[in-house]
């Protein structure tokens, strides 16, 4: 059988059967770039975002977008194929951003969802922060809404906001959603409910849109 | 909410239940409004969820994952595939293989070499003659050697076997019994593989002949394959008579017809003669010395018999140090690779002298019992046997062996 040479980065992708991203990744480990390339075109906007609404920061989640693939690119010989890779590359994603996080406390830096002042019954501060969106007189409703219901995601408890992300922008189901966070399935989606909740209370303003939406 | 149902709903939201089942969760829900509030409220929060923005990944954050992962792959890629021969020559095989080569030989090498002693009797009564590189398998520039009445046919070590050897029970009396214990009766004298390889050198077969065969030469010293140890044994004064004639007619006493009669191949080499020096005696033994008749029976130092001709002296060596054990061995073992060789009647009464001194007294009296059958040896054997009678018969006390002889021979 006579031996090939992995196709370049960037070159024309061949139209196939979708590969499972187990399959990508052993491509990917014999050589072949445009397995990787893949990959990425994948999972980059889900873990991006992910990531945006945990660290509520476009560079930082950028830059830990980049770490996440820049560890599946140096350790994909350890990936044993145990489990999904889904499943490995969401932890990585969560493990990071759980450091950064640890990292924001030492540094002192103020919890977007501590509350201002010494108030404790006073909004936080993510809900006083400038948007850079265009102003609200011009934005139309399903835009504010956008906005708003990213504030919603981003104001979440942690716990819930990484099951809720996980499952309503990757589409992993709870029993996936429980191995990448580590918590049982039941536990899993309880907080998916209280998760709903809350967005269904911060939301409520726009029940009468959600006509249209639907 | 205490509804059991409730902790199924987002199940339900998300579709992650059986069709089945999240009919039935369906019809449940609406016979119960708590659930069917909090399924309605559910499914709002997920249509508003639904429309929660994806931001796509900056450009320089994928460039800079892709060139990691370019690199990566340029690094994990396998190599083009190089032709055998620069494959083979850029192995990093081959220090290890040219090491262990190197061990294995020197392995071959330290087994295959005989003791040092033996190895430098050896080599000093089995002089290698030179010749140039590539002449191995070539004849010699000597003539054929004429058969005459004066010039004993060639006696050639046994050559390999080959299918011209004749079964093991036609050419040895001793072969039945060693094929009946499932071995190969042995017919060739065992020398180390340098001695056999320079004894190939040296006695090449001829050029467009198979190589000789023990039949056609007539045994391993050129006496018959039928003579055997047993037979010497049971030789008569008579027929050693025969023998000796036979000897003086057609050279080596032992020689079968077709080995006289047959004539040297074209390009054989002459044998190679080996020094006559005389047996090494020590003081105060009582080993017999060669007589006359001794002298005259013993033939012409037969000029292919250099491993019979070296183990005997080596074995004397042994004696004549007192080393009683090394000497009967090497004795011992010239009876058995070379049971009719010429100087078997005194390597029994050397050996049986051994054997005594070693407190063997029963094995002294069986071999000279076997040299009592040699007109050559006989008056010596029969006043050695007296004297191993003499002690056999005697008080236990009287036959204690010396300890450092017991030790010796359990050595």
């Given at each position: 059988m006579?031996?090939?040479?992995p196709?370049?980065?960037?070159?024309?992708?061949?139209?196939?059967?979708?590969?499972?991203?187990?399959?990508?990744?052993?491509?990917?480990?014999?050589?072949?770039c445009?397995?990787?390339?893949?990959?990425?075109?994948?999972?980059?906007?889900?873990?991006?975002n992910f990531?945006?609404?945990?660290v509520?920061?476009?560079?930082?989640?950028?830059?830990?977008?980049?770490?996440?693939?820049?560890?599946?690119?140096?350790r994909?010989?350890?990936?044993?194929?145990?489990?999904?890779?889904?499943?490995?590359?969401?932890?990585?994603?969560?493990?990071?951003?759980?450091?950064?996080?640890?990292?924001?406390?030492f540094?002192?830096?103020?919890?977007?969802?501590?509350?201002?002042?010494?108030e404790t019954?006073?909004?936080?501060?993510?809900?006083?922060?400038?948007?850079?969106?265009?102003?609200?007189?011009?934005?139309?409703?399903?835009?504010?809404?956008q906005?708003?219901?990213?504030?919603?995601?981003?104001?979440?408890?942690?716990?819930?906001?990484?099951?809720?992300?996980?499952?309503?922008?990757?589409?992993?189901?709870?029993?996936?959603?429980a191995?990448?966070?580590?918590?049982?399935?039941?536990?899993?989606k309880?907080?998916?409910?209280y998760?709903?909740?809350?967005?269904?209370?911060?939301?409520?303003?726009?029940?009468?849109y959600?006509?249209?939406?639907? | 909410?205490?509804?059991?149902?409730?902790?199924?709903?987002?199940?339900?939201?998300?579709?992650?239940?059986?069709?089945?089942?999240?009919?039935e969760?369906?019809?449940?829900?609406?016979?119960c409004?708590?659930?069917?509030d909090?399924?309605?409220?559910?499914?709002?929060?997920?249509?508003?969820?639904?429309?929660?923005p994806?931001?796509?990944?900056?450009?320089?954050?994928?460039?800079?994952?892709?060139?990691?992962?370019?690199?990566?792959?340029?690094?994990?890629?396998?190599?083009e595939?190089?032709?055998?021969?620069?494959?083979?020559?850029?192995?990093?095989?081959?220090?290890?293989?040219?090491?262990?080569?190197?061990?294995?030989?020197?392995?071959?090498?330290?087994v295959?070499?005989?003791?040092?002693?033996?190895?430098?009797e050896?080599a000093?009564?089995?002089?290698?003659?030179?010749?140039?590189?590539?002449?191995?398998?070539?004849?010699p520039?000597?003539?054929?050697?004429?058969?005459?009445?004066e010039?004993?046919p060639?006696?050639?070590?046994?050559?390999?076997?080959?299918?011209?050897?004749?079964?093991?029970?036609?050419?040895?009396?001793?072969?039945?019994?060693?094929?009946a214990?499932?071995?190969?009766?042995?017919?060739?004298?065992?020398?180390?593989?340098?001695?056999?390889?320079?004894?190939?050198?040296?006695?090449?077969?001829?050029?467009?002949?198979?190589?000789?065969?023990a039949?056609?030469?007539?045994?391993?010293?050129?006496?018959?394959?039928?003579?055997?140890?047993?037979?010497?044994?049971?030789?008569?004064?008579?027929?050693?008579?025969?023998?000796?004639?036979?000897?003086?007619?057609?050279?080596?006493?032992m020689?079968?017809?077709?080995?006289?009669?047959?004539p040297?191949?074209?390009?054989?080499r002459?044998?190679?003669?080996l020094?006559?020096?005389?047996?090494?005696r020590?003081?105060?033994?009582?080993?017999?010395?060669?007589?006359a008749?001794?002298?005259?029976e013993?033939?012409?130092?037969?000029?292919?018999?250099?491993?019979?001709?070296?183990?005997l002296?080596?074995?004397?060596?042994?004696?004549?140090?007192?080393?009683?054990?090394?000497?009967?061995?090497?004795?011992?073992?010239?009876?058995?690779?070379?049971?009719?060789?010429?100087?078997?009647?005194?390597?029994?009464?050397?050996e049986?002298?051994c054997?005594?001194r070693?407190?063997?007294l029963?094995?002294?009296?069986?071999?000279?019992?076997?040299?009592?059958?040699?007109?050559?040896?006989?008056a010596?054997?029969?006043?050695?046997?007296?004297r191993?009678?003499t002690?056999?018969?005697?008080?236990?006390?009287?036959?204690?062996?010396?300890?450092?002889?017991?030790?010796?021979?359990?050595?």
């Amino acid at each position: 059988m006579p031996l090939t040479t992995p196709p370049e980065c960037g070159e024309s992708v061949t139209t196939r059967p979708e590969p499972a991203d187990e399959e990508l990744l052993r491509r990917f480990k014999g050589g072949d770039c445009q397995a990787f390339e893949l990959l990425l075109g994948r999972y980059e906007t889900p873990i991006y975002n992910f990531l945006l609404r945990s660290v509520r920061d476009r560079d930082v989640a950028a830059d830990l977008t980049q770490e996440v693939f820049l560890r599946v690119v140096r350790r994909a010989e350890q990936f044993q194929g145990n489990s999904k890779f889904s499943t490995w590359l969401y932890t990585i994603a969560r493990n990071l951003s759980i450091d950064h996080g640890r990292k924001m406390v030492f540094r002192r830096h103020r919890s977007l969802d501590a509350p201002v002042g010494s108030e404790t019954g006073s909004a936080p501060l993510v809900d006083r922060l400038a948007g850079t969106e265009p102003g609200s007189d011009r934005k139309t409703i399903a835009q504010r809404l956008q906005v708003d219901i990213a504030r919603a995601v981003e104001a979440l408890p942690p716990d819930q906001r990484e099951v809720f992300l996980l499952r309503q922008v990757q589409g992993m189901p709870f029993k996936a959603i429980a191995e990448v966070v580590g918590a049982p399935e039941n536990t899993v989606k309880s907080r998916m409910r209280y998760a709903l909740e809350r967005l269904q209370e911060a939301l409520g303003d726009y029940r009468d849109y959600l006509g249209e939406l639907t | 909410m205490t509804c059991a149902h409730q902790d199924r709903l987002v199940e339900l939201v998300y579709d992650e239940l059986e069709p089945q089942a999240a009919a039935e969760l369906r019809r449940a829900v609406q016979d119960c409004p708590p659930c069917r509030d909090a399924l309605a409220r559910l499914e709002e929060a997920k249509c508003l969820a639904d429309v929660l923005p994806l931001e796509p990944l900056p450009s320089t954050a994928r460039e800079t994952i892709l060139a990691a992962a370019r690199e990566t792959a340029a690094s994990r890629r396998a190599p083009e595939p190089l032709p055998l021969r620069l494959r083979l020559a850029r192995s990093r095989a081959w220090p290890p293989l040219a090491m262990a080569a190197v061990a294995l030989l020197a392995v071959v090498v330290g087994v295959s070499y005989s003791p040092k002693e033996e190895a430098d009797e050896l080599a000093r009564l089995v002089p290698v003659p030179r010749r140039p590189r590539g002449e191995a398998s070539a004849p010699p520039e000597a003539p054929a050697p004429r058969r005459t009445e004066e010039s004993p046919p060639e006696v050639r070590l046994p050559e390999r076997p080959s299918a011209e050897r004749k079964p093991p029970d036609e050419t040895s009396p001793v072969a039945p019994a060693a094929s009946a214990q499932g071995r190969r009766p042995r017919e060739e004298p065992r020398l180390s593989r340098r001695t056999r390889a320079s004894t190939r050198s040296r006695h090449p077969a001829p050029p467009g002949e198979p190589p000789e065969t023990a039949t056609a030469t007539g045994g391993p010293l050129g006496g018959s394959p039928s003579a055997t140890r047993q037979e010497l044994a049971d030789e008569t004064p008579a027929s050693t008579l025969r023998r000796q004639t036979a000897r003086a007619s057609g050279g080596l006493g032992m020689a079968s017809p077709a080995a006289v009669t047959r004539p040297a191949p074209p390009g054989a080499r002459r044998p190679h003669l080996l020094p006559t020096e005389p047996p090494v005696r020590v003081e105060g033994t009582e080993a017999p010395a060669p007589t006359a008749a001794e002298a005259v029976e013993a033939p012409q130092a037969p000029a292919s018999l250099p491993v019979a001709e070296a183990l005997l002296r080596l074995a004397r060596n042994y004696r004549a140090r007192g080393e009683c054990a090394l000497a009967a061995r090497h004795y011992a073992d010239l009876r058995r690779r070379f049971p009719s060789a010429p100087a078997i009647p005194q390597a029994l009464v050397e050996e049986a002298d051994c054997r005594r001194r070693l407190g063997q007294l029963t094995q002294a009296q069986v071999l000279l019992r076997q040299a009592t059958g040699y007109r050559s040896t006989e008056a010596v054997a029969r006043r050695e046997l007296r004297r191993v009678d003499t002690l056999l018969s005697a008080p236990q006390r009287v036959r204690r062996v010396p300890a450092a002889a017991a030790a010796e021979a359990a050595h």
